[in-house]
């Protein structure tokens, strides 16, 4: 009788909802140039996933002034160009199907919201690594400065070069 | 031909010459234009002021954005150069209201309400009104996360209008900074040349009032220079890290000797004027000119090129 009871329950708790919560970040962005390339790093992002009828729904967010150069005045001048001030988060967005968990590779359409634009990313590549009970996400968006109308800053009157890639590595919990 | 010329006639031709560099350089990023006033109420659907809502004005010629929240009242106030705008009003816990063109004037302010609904918004802005129909893109089903369900302070997600428009203004300034401070290497490193037929032995007259014009140029220029930087709007709370540390440093040894370099400078040619060979604390010019050239070389190297 205790069988049947568990057996039938299975179906519900498959079913059932279960949640992410981003437990480590690290983003990085790079801008190119000749004289002067350099990278931000930020281990400020929150996120949070939520995983209903076999799709789940993951929302990052992450503060434009957590992302830390080295360099005091260059991190000034990049909330200026982003208008980070105005627009103080930087939002990704995204749906996969719960079973991606599982794929040691997946690749996700982004909803990326940023200087006060919105821009989509199809089908980014990200690995995927089980570690205990932690999922640890690592791949790159490959972002531009046009692609959010941030004019590009330039040194010596030369500007940077339109690719902005960000480096994405995130460690997800159940909760 | 140079060295024919009187050295009054000199002077004022590289006066001239610092005028004209000035203007090229500071008129594109000052330009002028009349200026309107938009100015309205935000309130919601039963007419209640909306408070901290922000309006966004996006001039539809040059993209450019200016952004006001509205007080406790619901009223705001933006000051815009004159021409055509899409304004944008958004507030947490509402849908975005969006006026897709009004012209501002000089002449008239503009009075322009925004009315909003509730709903929901996220990071305070606009809800994009295309979105691509991508097989795994994101949802708007009710189980997605928001920002609310972060934990992120009010801070992290509040925008600052005013934090903005200052560090506006600062790269403004800034930039002005760099490119005066490119130029006057220019002079500087003529007035360093031309030094070598100047001084010593040297008994020409016309090579010293050369020496002496093109460093007055020099002098002229980095004061503009320094003026912009002396200037430019300090962030509150922002602690000084990397490169910029040493820049600002070496403004201690170079701005004294842009002081100090011409008054030596001008002992030393009245003494050589004198038929008199350059002694005492006038001496000590080309040493102290090498210095404050050598930090004005370094500080502008270090902002320039990655070690």
Redesign the interface.
Known sequence: MLIVVLLASLPVLAAA?SQWVLQQSTLTYHVSHP????EGVSHGA?????C?AGQC???I?V?VKSFD??????D??M???T?G?????V?V?????ESDAAASTIN??L?I?FA?Q?A?Y?QVPFKVEKQGGETHITGTIPATLTDF?IDPPS??TMPVKNDIPVRVDLTWRPQ | MLRNWPCKQLGTLLWSLAVCVLVQVAAPLTAQTSTGVVRGTVGDESGKAVRNASVTATSIDTGQKQTANTGSDGTYKLELPAGDYRLTFEATGFTTFEISSATVSATVPVVLDGKLEKGEQVNGQATPTQQENLPNAPSSSTTAPSLSDLGLTPEQTQGNAREQALLDKRTHMLKIHQRMGLITTIPLIATVAISFNAGGKSTSSASRDLHAALGGLTGDLYGITAYYAIRAPRVPGTKKRGPIKFHEAMAWIHGPGMILTPILGIMAFDEKNKGEKVHGIASAHNPVAIVTAGAFGAALLSVSVKF
Request: hydrophobic share 30%.
């Open positions: 909802d004289l002067h390339p350099s929150k996120g949070k996933g939520v209903h729904e993951f929302l967010a503060p150069s080295g360099d005091s005045n260059r000034l001048h909330i200026q160009v208008r001030a105005e627009f103080p988060l939002t967005r995204t749906r996969l199907p996700a359409d909803e919201q006060g919105t989509h199809k109308k040194l010596l």
